[in-house]
């Protein structure tokens, strides 16, 4: 059996994809840490009672989560192996406008509440705002494959929407922030 841990951590120090040894402070490890916490959370969801369209997005999720994660823990951008792209945004954005047909429209911030599945879901939108954070950190010192911050900051806005969603289908109401 392989053991789990190799003791090369220890100092302090992760490889990445081109076989590079960096800080575990580095901001490109940051990054795709948070990507991983995000893609965990979803993990956290679907341990819920989800429908199978809810569940079949979500599973689709995590694994781009994964492209993402390998996206940016490769810093040698002319190597197009597991690279975020395009296609994987249109998707999102296509499930976003899928979902929000059905909702209404808000004039006022919500809270991140309602049924505990939403609210699985919102903490998760929370942990991408975060990773897109980090990724833009990243993108500020080293160059990246910007289709990774993209995806983020669509994907948050793909859980805002499917928190509503399903906050709708439980028959429970947004609650709007009172100032």
């Given at each position: ?5 190799t003791k090369?951590g220890?100092d ?5 994809i ?7 402070s580095?901001?490109r490890?940051?990054?795709y840490g ?8 979803v993990?956290?969801?679907?341990a819920?009672?989800v429908d199978?369209?809810t ?6 999720i995590q ?7 390998a996206d940016?823990?490769?810093a ?7 690279r975020?792209t ?7 954005e296509?499930k976003i406008?899928?979902?929000?047909k ?12 309602g049924?505990?599945?939403?609210s699985?879901?919102?903490m998760?939108?929370a ?5 897109e954070?980090?990724i833009v950190?990243?993108s500020?010192?080293e160059?990246?494959n910007?289709?990774c ?7 948050s806005?793909l859980?805002?929407?499917?928190a509503?969603?399903?906050n ?12």
């Amino acid at each position: 059996m392989t053991k789990i841990y190799t003791k090369t951590g220890d100092d302090g120090t992760t490889g990445i994809i081109s076989g590079k040894r960096v800080s575990k402070s580095n901001a490109r490890i940051l990054a795709y840490g948070v990507v991983d916490e995000a893609n965990s959370s979803v993990g956290i969801i679907l341990a819920s009672d989800v429908d199978d369209d809810t569940r079949n997005l979500l599973t689709k999720i995590q694994n781009d989560l994964f492209v993402i994660g390998a996206d940016l823990s490769d810093a040698d951008l002319n190597n197009l192996s597991n690279r975020a792209t395009p296609d994987m945004v249109q998707y999102i954005e296509g499930k976003i406008d899928e979902l929000q047909k059905d909702l209404s429209t808000i004039t006022n911030f919500i809270l991140p509440s309602g049924d505990i599945v939403a609210s699985r879901i919102h903490m998760s939108r929370a942990i991408c705002r975060r990773a897109e954070t980090a990724i833009v950190a990243l993108s500020e010192k080293e160059p990246i494959n910007k289709t990774c911050q993209i995806y983020m900051n669509r994907l948050s806005d793909l859980l805002f929407v499917l928190a509503r969603f399903i906050n709708k289908q439980k028959h429970v109401d947004d609650v709007f922030w009172k100032k």
